[in-house]
Protein backbone atom coordinates (compact mmCIF):
# COMPACT_ATOMS: atom_id res chain seq x y z
CA UNK A 1 0.00 0.00 0.00
CA UNK A 2 2.64 2.26 1.02
CA UNK A 3 4.84 1.22 -1.91
CA UNK A 4 1.33 2.77 -4.27
CA UNK A 5 0.75 5.74 -2.85
CA UNK A 6 4.90 6.51 -3.01
CA UNK A 7 4.43 5.56 -6.75
CA UNK A 8 0.73 7.34 -7.49
CA UNK A 9 1.54 10.17 -4.79
CA UNK A 10 0.05 13.04 -7.37
CA UNK A 11 -2.35 11.33 -8.30
CA UNK A 12 -3.20 10.43 -4.73
CA UNK A 13 -3.26 14.41 -3.77
CA UNK A 14 -5.40 14.84 -7.12
CA UNK A 15 -7.98 12.41 -5.34
CA UNK A 16 -7.34 13.86 -2.04
CA UNK A 17 -8.28 17.22 -3.05
CA UNK A 18 -11.11 16.06 -5.18
CA UNK A 19 -12.90 14.79 -2.22
CA UNK A 20 -12.17 17.96 -0.62
CA UNK A 21 -13.21 20.24 -3.32
CA UNK A 22 -16.50 17.62 -3.84
CA UNK A 23 -17.57 18.17 0.08
CA UNK A 24 -17.41 21.25 0.15
CA UNK A 25 -19.14 22.21 -2.59
CA UNK A 26 -21.65 19.78 -1.33
CA UNK A 27 -21.73 21.74 1.74
CA UNK A 28 -22.18 25.02 -0.42
CA UNK A 29 -24.85 23.62 -2.64
CA UNK A 30 -27.28 22.44 0.36
CA UNK A 31 -26.57 26.19 2.20
CA UNK A 32 -27.89 27.44 -1.06
CA UNK A 33 -30.79 24.59 -0.99
CA UNK A 34 -31.63 26.13 2.58
CA UNK A 35 -31.86 29.71 1.65
CA UNK A 36 -33.90 28.91 -1.60
CA UNK A 37 -35.77 26.45 0.14
CA UNK A 38 -36.56 29.33 3.26
CA UNK A 39 -36.92 32.10 0.39
CA UNK A 40 -39.50 29.56 -1.64
CA UNK A 41 -41.34 28.53 1.94
CA UNK A 42 -42.10 32.37 2.78
CA UNK A 43 -43.43 32.83 -0.41
CA UNK A 44 -45.87 29.91 0.24
CA UNK A 45 -46.95 30.54 3.30
CA UNK A 46 -47.68 34.49 2.01
CA UNK A 47 -49.46 33.00 -0.47
CA UNK A 48 -51.48 30.37 1.52
CA UNK A 49 -52.40 33.00 4.57
CA UNK A 50 -54.09 35.21 1.49
CA UNK A 51 -55.42 32.10 -0.23
CA UNK A 52 -56.71 30.87 3.83
CA UNK A 53 -58.36 34.59 4.69
CA UNK A 54 -59.77 34.81 0.98
CA UNK A 55 -61.60 31.50 2.22
CA UNK A 56 -62.66 32.34 5.24
CA UNK A 57 -64.02 35.70 4.31
CA UNK A 58 -66.28 34.02 1.16
CA UNK A 59 -67.48 31.77 3.83
CA UNK A 60 -68.96 34.39 5.59
CA UNK A 61 -70.39 36.11 2.46
CA UNK A 62 -72.11 32.75 1.33
CA UNK A 63 -73.80 33.29 4.98
CA UNK A 64 -74.40 36.63 4.31
CA UNK A 65 -75.96 35.47 1.01
CA UNK A 66 -78.47 32.47 2.62
CA UNK A 67 -79.25 35.23 5.02
CA UNK A 68 -80.19 37.31 2.60
CA UNK A 69 -83.00 34.53 0.94
CA UNK A 70 -84.90 34.85 4.29
CA UNK A 71 -85.82 38.18 4.36
CA UNK A 72 -88.00 36.91 1.17
CA UNK A 73 -91.02 36.12 4.21
CA UNK A 74 -90.86 39.27 6.05
CA UNK A 75 -90.99 42.03 3.23
CA UNK A 76 -94.63 41.70 3.40
CA UNK A 77 -95.49 41.56 6.78
CA UNK A 78 -95.65 43.82 9.68
CA UNK A 79 -92.68 43.80 11.52
CA UNK A 80 -94.09 46.03 14.25
CA UNK A 81 -96.45 42.79 15.48
CA UNK A 82 -94.60 40.88 17.20
CA UNK A 83 -97.29 37.60 16.86
CA UNK A 84 -96.78 37.50 13.45
CA UNK A 85 -93.62 38.02 13.37
CA UNK A 86 -93.46 34.81 15.81
CA UNK A 87 -95.17 33.20 13.47
CA UNK A 88 -93.58 33.95 10.66
CA UNK A 89 -89.44 33.25 11.51
CA UNK A 90 -91.21 29.67 13.34
CA UNK A 91 -92.15 28.46 10.47
CA UNK A 92 -89.00 28.35 8.61
CA UNK A 93 -85.81 26.33 9.06
CA UNK A 94 -82.44 26.66 10.13
CA UNK A 95 -79.91 26.73 7.32
CA UNK A 96 -75.81 27.05 6.69
CA UNK A 97 -74.84 25.61 10.21
CA UNK A 98 -76.35 28.68 11.91
CA UNK A 99 -76.84 28.05 15.51
CA UNK A 100 -79.80 30.24 15.32
CA UNK A 101 -81.54 32.47 12.58
CA UNK A 102 -83.56 35.43 14.09
CA UNK A 103 -85.60 38.23 12.30
CA UNK A 104 -85.77 41.84 14.95
CA UNK A 105 -87.92 44.65 13.50
CA UNK A 106 -87.03 48.52 14.30
CA UNK A 107 -87.19 48.18 17.48
CA UNK A 108 -84.41 45.82 18.29
CA UNK A 109 -87.33 43.15 19.37
CA UNK A 110 -85.96 39.50 18.30
CA UNK A 111 -87.87 35.97 17.73
CA UNK A 112 -85.60 33.26 16.46
CA UNK A 113 -87.45 29.87 14.56
CA UNK A 114 -87.48 28.01 17.53
CA UNK A 115 -89.53 30.19 19.01
CA UNK A 116 -87.14 31.97 21.40
CA UNK A 117 -86.02 35.41 21.97
CA UNK A 118 -82.64 36.95 21.76
CA UNK A 119 -83.02 39.80 23.95
CA UNK A 120 -83.33 43.58 21.87
CA UNK A 121 -80.17 44.11 19.72
CA UNK A 122 -80.77 47.61 19.19
CA UNK A 123 -77.42 49.05 20.90
CA UNK A 124 -75.32 45.94 18.74
CA UNK A 125 -72.61 47.20 16.11
CA UNK A 126 -73.95 44.76 13.60
CA UNK A 127 -77.44 45.44 14.00
CA UNK A 128 -76.62 49.47 13.88
CA UNK A 129 -74.95 48.30 10.55
CA UNK A 130 -77.49 46.10 9.12
CA UNK A 131 -80.60 49.10 9.64
CA UNK A 132 -78.02 51.29 7.60
CA UNK A 133 -78.91 48.97 4.64
CA UNK A 134 -75.74 47.00 4.33
CA UNK A 135 -75.04 43.11 5.58
CA UNK A 136 -72.77 42.84 8.80
CA UNK A 137 -71.03 40.89 11.00
CA UNK A 138 -70.42 41.84 14.61
CA UNK A 139 -67.00 43.37 15.04
CA UNK A 140 -66.09 40.62 17.84
CA UNK A 141 -68.06 37.73 19.20
CA UNK A 142 -70.35 38.22 21.48
CA UNK A 143 -72.33 36.79 23.89
CA UNK A 144 -75.88 34.83 23.06
CA UNK A 145 -78.81 34.15 25.45
CA UNK A 146 -77.38 30.92 26.19
CA UNK A 147 -74.23 32.77 27.75
CA UNK A 148 -72.66 31.24 24.31
CA UNK A 149 -69.80 33.25 22.45
CA UNK A 150 -71.52 33.56 19.22
CA UNK A 151 -69.81 35.59 15.87
CA UNK A 152 -73.27 37.40 14.26
CA UNK A 153 -74.08 38.13 10.74
CA UNK A 154 -77.03 40.08 9.71
CA UNK A 155 -78.92 41.55 6.67
CA UNK A 156 -81.29 44.32 6.19
CA UNK A 157 -85.12 43.82 5.72
CA UNK A 158 -85.37 46.07 2.87
CA UNK A 159 -88.79 48.14 1.97
CA UNK A 160 -89.47 50.48 -0.46
CA UNK A 161 -85.56 51.51 -0.23
CA UNK A 162 -85.78 51.86 3.60
CA UNK A 163 -84.66 48.93 6.47
CA UNK A 164 -87.56 47.95 8.54
CA UNK A 165 -85.55 44.92 9.93
CA UNK A 166 -83.19 42.72 10.04
CA UNK A 167 -82.48 38.78 9.53
CA UNK A 168 -79.96 37.33 11.89
CA UNK A 169 -77.41 34.52 12.33
CA UNK A 170 -75.42 33.10 14.49
CA UNK A 171 -71.59 30.77 14.43
CA UNK A 172 -70.61 29.01 17.59
CA UNK A 173 -66.79 28.82 18.15
CA UNK A 174 -66.79 25.47 17.00
CA UNK A 175 -68.38 26.24 13.46
CA UNK A 176 -65.39 29.52 13.26
CA UNK A 177 -62.60 26.84 14.46
CA UNK A 178 -63.80 24.23 11.45
CA UNK A 179 -63.64 27.12 8.98
CA UNK A 180 -60.25 28.68 10.32
CA UNK A 181 -59.15 24.73 10.11
CA UNK A 182 -59.25 24.85 6.24
CA UNK A 183 -55.73 23.91 5.22
CA UNK A 184 -53.76 23.88 8.04
CA UNK A 185 -50.07 23.38 7.32
CA UNK A 186 -48.80 19.84 7.56
CA UNK A 187 -51.35 19.74 10.93
CA UNK A 188 -48.89 21.68 12.80
CA UNK A 189 -49.68 25.05 12.40
CA UNK A 190 -52.60 26.95 13.53
CA UNK A 191 -54.31 29.67 11.85
CA UNK A 192 -56.07 32.24 13.89
CA UNK A 193 -58.92 35.06 13.49
CA UNK A 194 -57.81 38.14 14.92
CA UNK A 195 -59.40 41.37 15.61
CA UNK A 196 -57.72 44.84 15.39
CA UNK A 197 -57.17 44.64 18.94
CA UNK A 198 -56.10 41.40 19.15
CA UNK A 199 -58.95 39.10 20.60
CA UNK A 200 -59.05 36.06 19.34
CA UNK A 201 -62.03 35.04 16.94
CA UNK A 202 -61.30 31.79 15.85
CA UNK A 203 -58.74 29.04 15.99
CA UNK A 204 -57.35 25.75 14.93
CA UNK A 205 -58.30 23.11 17.08
CA UNK A 206 -55.69 21.03 18.65
CA UNK A 207 -52.47 22.53 18.86
CA UNK A 208 -49.66 23.32 21.57
CA UNK A 209 -48.51 26.44 19.80
CA UNK A 210 -51.63 28.82 21.08
CA UNK A 211 -53.14 27.34 24.17
CA UNK A 212 -56.58 27.50 23.95
CA UNK A 213 -57.18 29.85 26.68
CA UNK A 214 -55.52 32.42 24.78
CA UNK A 215 -57.99 35.57 23.87
CA UNK A 216 -55.42 37.79 22.86
CA UNK A 217 -52.87 37.17 20.32
CA UNK A 218 -51.54 40.28 20.91
CA UNK A 219 -50.79 40.60 24.16
CA UNK A 220 -49.39 36.24 23.99
CA UNK A 221 -47.11 38.25 21.10
CA UNK A 222 -46.60 41.37 22.03
CA UNK A 223 -43.07 41.47 19.25
CA UNK A 224 -45.96 40.86 16.75
CA UNK A 225 -46.12 43.25 13.46
CA UNK A 226 -49.42 43.95 12.11
CA UNK A 227 -49.55 43.72 8.54
CA UNK A 228 -49.71 47.70 6.57
CA UNK A 229 -52.56 47.98 4.48
CA UNK A 230 -52.51 45.68 1.24
CA UNK A 231 -49.32 43.68 2.50
CA UNK A 232 -48.77 40.38 4.50
CA UNK A 233 -46.21 40.87 7.70
CA UNK A 234 -43.85 37.59 8.17
CA UNK A 235 -42.09 37.73 11.39
CA UNK A 236 -40.52 35.09 13.68
CA UNK A 237 -40.96 35.09 17.60
CA UNK A 238 -38.99 32.69 20.39
CA UNK A 239 -41.43 31.81 23.25
CA UNK A 240 -41.53 28.74 25.49
CA UNK A 241 -37.86 27.74 24.21
CA UNK A 242 -39.15 27.74 20.58
CA UNK A 243 -38.52 29.88 17.50
CA UNK A 244 -42.04 30.15 15.71
CA UNK A 245 -42.77 32.00 12.19
CA UNK A 246 -45.83 34.10 12.44
CA UNK A 247 -47.82 35.46 8.82
CA UNK A 248 -50.53 37.60 8.95
CA UNK A 249 -52.65 39.51 6.51
CA UNK A 250 -55.76 41.26 6.56
CA UNK A 251 -58.89 40.10 5.60
CA UNK A 252 -60.97 43.30 4.94
CA UNK A 253 -63.24 43.52 7.34
CA UNK A 254 -63.53 45.28 10.66
CA UNK A 255 -59.50 45.43 10.49
CA UNK A 256 -59.24 41.89 11.27
CA UNK A 257 -56.26 39.79 10.74
CA UNK A 258 -55.77 36.30 9.26
CA UNK A 259 -52.56 34.68 10.91
CA UNK A 260 -50.78 31.21 10.49
CA UNK A 261 -48.35 30.47 13.10
CA UNK A 262 -45.78 27.75 12.38
CA UNK A 263 -42.94 26.21 14.28
CA UNK A 264 -39.56 27.15 12.57
CA UNK A 265 -38.56 22.86 13.04
CA UNK A 266 -41.39 22.22 11.04
CA UNK A 267 -39.43 24.47 8.09
CA UNK A 268 -36.23 22.72 9.18
CA UNK A 269 -37.45 19.10 8.93
CA UNK A 270 -38.73 19.68 5.39
CA UNK A 271 -35.54 21.89 4.15
CA UNK A 272 -33.22 18.33 6.14
CA UNK A 273 -35.78 15.82 4.06
CA UNK A 274 -35.52 17.98 0.98
CA UNK A 275 -31.52 18.65 1.63
CA UNK A 276 -31.15 14.57 2.42
CA UNK A 277 -32.69 13.71 -0.72
CA UNK A 278 -30.66 16.65 -3.23
CA UNK A 279 -27.59 15.15 -1.53
CA UNK A 280 -28.27 11.48 -1.72
CA UNK A 281 -29.20 11.84 -5.29
CA UNK A 282 -26.16 14.20 -6.04
CA UNK A 283 -23.89 11.33 -4.16
CA UNK A 284 -25.60 8.72 -6.59
CA UNK A 285 -24.49 10.42 -9.17
CA UNK A 286 -21.23 11.33 -8.62
CA UNK A 287 -20.72 7.25 -7.82
CA UNK A 288 -21.96 6.83 -11.38
CA UNK A 289 -19.82 9.14 -12.67
CA UNK A 290 -16.84 7.85 -11.06
CA UNK A 291 -17.93 4.26 -11.85
CA UNK A 292 -18.53 5.36 -15.57
CA UNK A 293 -14.65 7.29 -15.17
CA UNK A 294 -13.24 3.86 -13.56
CA UNK A 295 -14.65 1.87 -16.21
CA UNK A 296 -13.89 4.04 -19.28
CA UNK A 297 -9.80 3.99 -17.90
CA UNK A 298 -9.75 0.26 -17.33
CA UNK A 299 -11.20 -0.04 -21.09
CA UNK A 300 -8.47 2.78 -22.46
CA UNK A 301 -5.89 0.55 -20.50
CA UNK A 302 -7.35 -2.49 -21.88
CA UNK A 303 -7.26 -1.70 -25.77
CA UNK A 304 -4.07 0.28 -25.10
CA UNK A 305 -2.85 -3.05 -24.20
CA UNK A 306 -5.02 -4.66 -26.93
CA UNK A 307 -3.13 -1.85 -29.65
CA UNK A 308 0.19 -2.71 -28.21
CA UNK A 309 0.03 -6.58 -28.47
CA UNK A 310 -1.81 -5.95 -31.82
CA UNK A 311 1.33 -3.70 -32.79
CA UNK A 312 3.61 -6.35 -31.32
CA UNK A 313 1.96 -9.45 -33.65
CA UNK A 314 2.31 -6.84 -36.39
CA UNK A 315 6.17 -6.53 -35.90
CA UNK A 316 6.37 -9.75 -35.35
CA UNK A 317 5.03 -10.86 -38.76
CA UNK A 318 7.09 -8.34 -40.70
CA UNK A 319 10.26 -10.34 -38.98
CA UNK A 320 9.50 -13.68 -39.99
CA UNK A 321 7.36 -13.10 -43.29
CA UNK A 322 4.36 -14.44 -41.49
CA UNK A 323 0.98 -13.45 -43.37
CA UNK A 324 -2.58 -14.24 -41.70
CA UNK A 325 -5.63 -14.64 -44.01
CA UNK A 326 -9.53 -14.82 -43.61
CA UNK A 327 -11.34 -16.03 -47.00
CA UNK A 328 -14.78 -15.53 -46.93
CA UNK A 329 -16.40 -17.97 -49.26
CA UNK A 330 -20.05 -16.06 -48.30
CA UNK A 331 -18.82 -12.63 -49.55
CA UNK A 332 -16.11 -14.41 -51.59
CA UNK A 333 -12.97 -11.86 -50.28
CA UNK A 334 -9.96 -12.16 -48.37
CA UNK A 335 -7.98 -10.22 -45.92
CA UNK A 336 -4.54 -10.11 -45.12
CA UNK A 337 -2.53 -9.30 -42.50
CA UNK A 338 0.96 -9.07 -41.68
CA UNK A 339 3.89 -9.12 -44.39
CA UNK A 340 1.42 -9.57 -47.44
CA UNK A 341 3.51 -6.84 -49.15
CA UNK A 342 6.02 -9.48 -49.85
CA UNK A 343 3.91 -11.64 -51.91
CA UNK A 344 2.12 -8.68 -53.44
CA UNK A 345 2.67 -4.89 -54.49
CA UNK A 346 -0.98 -4.13 -54.08
CA UNK A 347 -1.98 -3.90 -50.46
CA UNK A 348 -5.54 -4.10 -49.87
CA UNK A 349 -8.07 -3.93 -47.06
CA UNK A 350 -9.73 -6.74 -48.65
CA UNK A 351 -9.37 -8.88 -52.09
CA UNK A 352 -11.87 -9.78 -54.34
CA UNK A 353 -12.25 -13.59 -55.54
CA UNK A 354 -10.02 -12.84 -58.95
CA UNK A 355 -7.56 -11.37 -56.74
CA UNK A 356 -7.70 -14.55 -55.23
CA UNK A 357 -7.59 -16.34 -58.22
CA UNK A 358 -4.03 -14.09 -59.33
CA UNK A 359 -2.46 -15.21 -56.25
CA UNK A 360 -2.95 -18.74 -56.82
CA UNK A 361 -1.18 -18.50 -60.19
CA UNK A 362 2.13 -17.00 -58.16
CA UNK A 363 1.82 -20.46 -56.27
CA UNK A 364 5.20 -22.50 -58.09
CA UNK A 365 3.44 -25.44 -60.70
CA UNK A 366 5.01 -28.33 -58.79
CA UNK A 367 3.31 -27.34 -55.46
CA UNK A 368 -0.78 -27.02 -57.55
CA UNK A 369 -2.01 -29.95 -55.50
CA UNK A 370 -1.69 -27.53 -52.43
CA UNK A 371 -4.11 -25.04 -54.49
CA UNK A 372 -6.20 -27.49 -55.98
CA UNK A 373 -6.98 -28.67 -52.23
CA UNK A 374 -7.52 -24.89 -51.31
CA UNK A 375 -10.43 -24.74 -54.49
CA UNK A 376 -12.18 -27.83 -53.92
CA UNK A 377 -12.85 -27.68 -49.83
CA UNK A 378 -16.67 -26.66 -51.22
CA UNK A 379 -17.29 -30.26 -52.70
CA UNK A 380 -15.03 -32.03 -49.80
CA UNK A 381 -15.51 -32.39 -46.04
CA UNK A 382 -11.69 -31.35 -45.43
CA UNK A 383 -11.26 -29.32 -42.31
CA UNK A 384 -8.11 -28.11 -42.94
CA UNK A 385 -5.33 -27.27 -45.79
CA UNK A 386 -1.86 -27.19 -44.76
CA UNK A 387 1.57 -28.09 -46.64
CA UNK A 388 4.76 -26.33 -48.06
CA UNK A 389 4.71 -24.36 -51.16
CA UNK A 390 6.67 -21.93 -53.33
CA UNK A 391 5.12 -18.37 -54.27
CA UNK A 392 6.58 -16.53 -56.90
CA UNK A 393 7.02 -13.21 -54.18
CA UNK A 394 7.59 -9.64 -55.94
CA UNK A 395 11.30 -9.51 -56.43
CA UNK A 396 10.77 -12.14 -58.96
CA UNK A 397 12.42 -15.25 -57.07
CA UNK A 398 10.20 -18.79 -55.45
CA UNK A 399 10.51 -18.80 -51.55
CA UNK A 400 9.26 -21.63 -49.59
CA UNK A 401 6.27 -20.83 -47.69
CA UNK A 402 4.24 -23.51 -44.73
CA UNK A 403 0.51 -23.22 -44.95
CA UNK A 404 -1.44 -23.52 -42.36
CA UNK A 405 -5.24 -23.30 -42.96
CA UNK A 406 -8.58 -23.88 -40.73
CA UNK A 407 -11.90 -24.65 -42.78
CA UNK A 408 -15.19 -23.17 -40.82
CA UNK A 409 -18.34 -24.83 -41.75
CA UNK A 410 -21.63 -24.11 -40.80
CA UNK A 411 -24.16 -26.68 -39.92
CA UNK A 412 -24.93 -27.56 -43.11
CA UNK A 413 -21.23 -28.49 -43.62
CA UNK A 414 -20.56 -25.93 -45.98
CA UNK A 415 -17.46 -23.65 -45.87
CA UNK A 416 -18.22 -20.04 -44.84
CA UNK A 417 -14.40 -18.99 -44.02
CA UNK A 418 -10.73 -20.26 -44.35
CA UNK A 419 -8.46 -18.66 -41.69
CA UNK A 420 -4.92 -19.34 -41.86
CA UNK A 421 -1.44 -18.30 -41.89
CA UNK A 422 1.58 -18.48 -44.49
CA UNK A 423 5.22 -18.31 -43.03
CA UNK A 424 8.42 -17.97 -44.79
CA UNK A 425 9.90 -21.15 -44.65
CA UNK A 426 12.81 -20.88 -47.31
CA UNK A 427 15.71 -21.41 -45.07
CA UNK A 428 14.80 -24.12 -43.65
CA UNK A 429 12.95 -26.02 -46.63
CA UNK A 430 16.72 -24.91 -48.43
CA UNK A 431 18.42 -26.42 -45.23
CA UNK A 432 16.05 -29.80 -45.49
CA UNK A 433 16.09 -30.42 -49.36
CA UNK A 434 19.74 -29.73 -48.56
CA UNK A 435 20.55 -32.65 -46.56
CA UNK A 436 18.10 -34.65 -48.01
CA UNK A 437 20.04 -34.16 -51.71
CA UNK A 438 23.74 -34.95 -49.53
CA UNK A 439 22.02 -38.32 -48.39
CA UNK A 440 21.44 -39.29 -51.52
CA UNK A 441 24.95 -39.02 -52.97
CA UNK A 442 27.33 -41.29 -51.80
CA UNK A 443 30.78 -38.67 -50.49
CA UNK A 444 33.34 -41.41 -51.88
CA UNK A 445 31.68 -41.75 -55.58
CA UNK A 446 30.04 -38.82 -55.82
CA UNK A 447 27.23 -40.33 -57.77
CA UNK A 448 23.55 -41.50 -56.77
CA UNK A 449 23.60 -44.20 -53.84
CA UNK A 450 20.79 -46.94 -53.63
CA UNK A 451 18.14 -44.30 -51.52
CA UNK A 452 18.15 -41.90 -54.05
CA UNK A 453 17.14 -44.55 -56.64
CA UNK A 454 13.95 -45.73 -53.88
CA UNK A 455 12.81 -41.77 -53.26
Not at 69 to 84: A, E, H, P
Not at 236 to 249: A, G, H, L, Q, R
Not at 312 to 323: D, G, P, S, T
Not at 329 to 357: A, H, P
Request: proline share 2%; with cysteine.
Amino acid sequence: MKSFFKHNLFASIGVVLCCLALVFILFLFRLAVNNQYESTMQDYLNDNVNALSNVFYTKLNDRLIMLESQTRYFKDIDLTDYNLMKSTIMSTKGIGAFKTIGVANSSGATINYNGKSSGNILLSDYYKAAMSGKNAISETTVTDEDGEKVLALAVPIMRNGKAVGVIYGTFTQRVLNSIADTGNFAKQGTNLLVTKNGTVIARTSDTEIIPENTDNFFEMFPEAVKPEKGKNSYFTIKTNNKEIIVVMTEIGTHGWFYATVLPREVLSKQVNIMSRFLLLTIAGMVFVFLLLLLLTVYLMRNNDKALKSNERFKLANAQEQNVVFDYDYERQTLTMEGNSEVITKEIKSEYTRDDVLKFLELVHEDDSNICREFLSVAEDDNTSVSGELRILCVDGHYYWFRLKSMVVRNEEGKPTHIIGNLTNADEQMNKELSLIKQAEIDPLTGIFNKGAFKT
